[in-house]
């Protein structure tokens, strides 16, 4: 792949993630829909680690995943609906918005990032966790800092946010890369890791996830990237502030009663499925500002 066509591969598909393509809007009174229907649908990802993703059983676990049942309890009460049904649907990076925004999810338990551009057609719960993207590289590519990536190619996955940094990148410090779109994360490691690129951006947390389940995790090394801060949220419904308000009070309660902290510690600390190995990833300094005064804000 030469660098323009590569350019204007990455380019494409940050178009798909940034841009706002038209979705057909359904009505924005969730907890109605749910009432009618006697179902709550929750869109996971398959390989989201350790947000959403799928274990051993091929059955979606994840820290989202946990925070989205407590919100099926509070829907269930306040409803007064003990037997709602609960429906789950596999999302990706390109479908998890337009599922959202059509009616086939009520809310997404993944790993997604909160920005503008996606709230111009989807909301978002309180930042549920705080990254920032990094470079996960072969350590025997050689690679120590971004500025070994020059003309090499990466790998970044379709839909993220990584798509527009990688482009942003290789635009501002003409790094001549060539680049691969993975479908999803998943496919994106295996491009890592039969050394078809050297380098995959993507946010932190997803890579130690990736780096941690890996065959041989030492082969890979993560490398900082000088970005900003990244807030994820559950993604919901636009213009529906009565189910937005049930999702935040069900968060913010979490983390005020000391219960968010655990699930942080058996999601991030602790061993976790499909290999029973720990990310080891302690909470940072700004999730825990966040955990202290739950918002949505974004920098």
Known sequence: MNTKSSFLTIAAAYLLAANVPTFAQTSGDTLQKIKETGAITLGYRESSVPFSFLDSQQKPVGISMDLCAAVVDKVKQQLS??????????VNSSNRIPLVVNGTVDIECGGTAN?????????????????????????????????????????????SNAVG????????????????????HGESMLTLDSNRAVAWLEDDILLAGEKANSRNSASFALVPGGFDNIYYGLMLRKDDPAFKA??????????????????????????????????????TEKLKERIKAPSDRID
Do not use: C, H
């Open 81 to 90: 609906m003990p037997k709602l049904e609960v429906k789950q649907v596999a």
């Open 115 to 159: 920005n503008a551009a996606r709230q111009k057609q989807v909301a978002f719960s309180v930042a549920t966790f705080v990254s920032q993207p990094l470079w996960l590289v072969r350590v025997d590519s050689g690679v120590k800092s971004p500025a070994d990536l020059k003309g090499k190619t990466i790998v970044v996955t379709q839909g």
């Open 165 to 184: 940094f990688a482009r942003k990148f290789n635009e501002e410090q003409k790094m001549a890369l060539m680049t691969i779109v993975a479908k999803d």
């Open 246 to 283: 049930l999702v935040d009070g069900v968060i913010g309660n979490l983390m005020k009663s000391g219960e968010y902290d655990k699930l942080y510690k058996k999601w991030f600390e602790s061993p976790i499925p499909p290999r029973n190995v720990s990310l080891a990833f302690p909470m």
